[in-house]
């Protein structure tokens, strides 16, 4: 019964979606790292070379 439960499925969309998800997240974060401001983006480059612990959003 379950295989062929399984049997009627479709599978052939599921390579176009994944792709499409990935691209739109991908653009997504794409755009957030071009929206941040270049303070911000000075305060998380230094982190790898600062010893204290900072939060880098906070102004």
């Known amino acids: 019964m379950i295989q062929d439960l399984v049997s009627f499925l479709d ?3 599921c390579a ?3 792709l499409a998800m990935f ?3 991908f653009f997504m974060i794409f755009y957030g790292a071009f929206r941040l401001s270049s303070s911000a983006t000075e305060k998380f480059a230094s982190i790898p070379l600062s010893d204290r612990v900072e939060d880098p ?3």
């Open 11 to 13: 599978y052939s969309m």
């Open 23 to 25: 691209v739109g997240t």
């Open 16 to 18: 176009e979606v994944a």
């Open 57 to 59: 959003r906070s102004e």
